[in-house]
């Protein structure tokens, strides 16, 4: 009969959210903390979707403007001429994960039934903007 020893399994330690800001800090990298957030049709249908454009982009333009949206758009397909599926992509700043949703949530693609969204907070570090990307 054999003798096993048991051994304890080696558990290293995973950063938390804050060790990561801390991290960024020492490494004098941006540490921004934003908000990402996936936004895709709900199930009733692209008319919807296309019906809240115009108030959706004039939100989002009012929160550039203001300087709480980073960046925004639609996530396209894999082949040019292939349909647009309604899914989209905004990253942008709030003092909280409550007040991101407050954002999102007001957002008329989504106060309209037209999207719905998934929001996760997301640490920006490097950033790069291609010469003349708007004009």
Known sequence: MTNVTEV????EP?????????LSQRHHL??????????FP????????MEAVQEHLDY???LEEESVMFAGGPMLSEVGSDP???????IFTAQSLAAAHAIAEADPMHASGARQYELRPWLLNHVVVPDGAKS
């Open 8 to 11: 304890e399994p080696t558990v």
């Open 14 to 22: 995973v950063p938390t959210s804050d060790d990561l800001v801390a």
């Open 30 to 39: 941006l540490c921004m903390p934003m908000f990402v957030m996936s936004t």
């Open 42 to 49: 709900t199930d009733v249908g692209m008319a919807a979707v």
């Open 60 to 62: 989002w333009a009012k």
């Open 84 to 90: 647009w599926s309604g899914h989209g992509m905004i």
